[in-house]
């Protein structure tokens, strides 16, 4: 497939600026605190947390998503039909099979999630199975095989992660203020909770932004290249259009739908109905469903 693999390079680089960029964000904190402390030892914890983190998320993001998804692996002999639809399109595609889990959620909806093709997961929800027909889940899968192909599942992934920590840190912070306000003070202690208070409401107010910065760089148009991609793939256009109509008229939200991981879903798992503005349509981190289908039957 010509269009499968075209951003895979460029998704890898992506994830190393985005880890990169989280490292040099936790050792400046470190170092803010060791000159406030007058301590070098926690520019080193720093250093080494930052590390840690990195490493944790690269290797073990996909169990945390998996995790808060409440996703559960799946058996070939529970859904035969799935798993052989899911081995067929992944030995067309020259990928390895991924694993395949199920949510048990009404909610149509399915994602991928993994650090590379070799360790990849396909998830869906029962609510996507009781839905769609034969051809209309191959087009979903289609879909989910071209995340995985071009690598967009990596920094996905570990977006859900570094994210994540950046708003515990957060709370982390204001939290310290105030219960070193309600200790007494200290040597020292009016400047670090000065400091702490200041660098808490910094990521609480940044750590949105960054997650909607990031989820739009990586969101929006690889899910129009991954449509096209997964319709070359099934050679049915029409079966991933139609599966999109059908998850987009479900008018009720995941029930363990969350933020962290809102991008990695083949449908918003909010599900918000409201009229798509310029504006609105500008911090969607999911095109229009109707633009995309659009796009899907102009293939045909």
């Known amino acids: 497939m010509a269009t499968l693999y075209t951003h895979q390079d460029k998704n890898v680089r992506k994830t190393w600026v985005l880890m990169t ?4 964000i936790v050792i400046f904190i470190g170092w803010a605190f060791s000159y406030i402390l007058e301590s070098p030892i926690i520019l080193y914890i720093a250093v080494a947390f930052s590390i840690f983190m990195n490493v944790m998320s690269y290797w073990y993001s996909d169990k945390v998503v998996l995790k808060m998804a409440g996703a559960t692996p799946v058996r070939r002999e529970e859904h035969r ?4 639809i899911v081995e067929n399109l992944s030995i067309t595609a020259g990928l390895p099979m991924p694993r395949v889990y199920i949510i048990n959620d009404p909610a149509p909806n399915a994602f991928a999630t993994g650090r590379d093709k070799e360790h990849a997961v396909v998830a869906v929800t029962t609510g996507l199975l009781g839905m769609l027909d034969r051809n209309e889940l191959e087009g979903v899968i289609g879909h989910e095989l071209s995340h ?64 909607t910065a990031i989820q739009l760089a990586i969101s929006r148009k ?52 409201k009229k798509t503005s310029f504006m609105t349509k500008l911090f969607m981190t999911h095109p229009p469903a109707q633009e995309r289908i659009s796009a899907l039957r102009g293939m045909e």
């Open 222 to 273: 690889r899910e129009f290249l991954a449509d096209a991609s997964g319709a070359l793939l099934t050679r049915y256009p029409e079966g991933l259009a139609s599966a999109l109509e059908k998850i987009a008229s479900y008018s009720y939200p995941m029930k363990r739908a969350n933020h962290a991981t809102a991008h990695l879903y083949i449908s918003n798992p909010f599900k918000d109905k």
């Open 81 to 84: 039909e799935l798993w052989n």
């Open 148 to 211: 995985i192909g071009n690598r967009d599942i990596l920094i996905s992934t570990i977006v859900v992660v570094l994210v994540g920590f950046i708003t515990l840190l957060s709370d982390f912070f204001i939290r310290a203020t105030f219960w070193g306000h309600r200790g007494g003070g200290g040597r020292g202690d009016g400047r670090v909770q000065l400091f702490m208070l200041l660098a808490g409401i910094a990521l609480a107010i940044l750590s949105p932004l960054v997650a």
């Open 21 to 24: 960029s989280f490292f040099i």
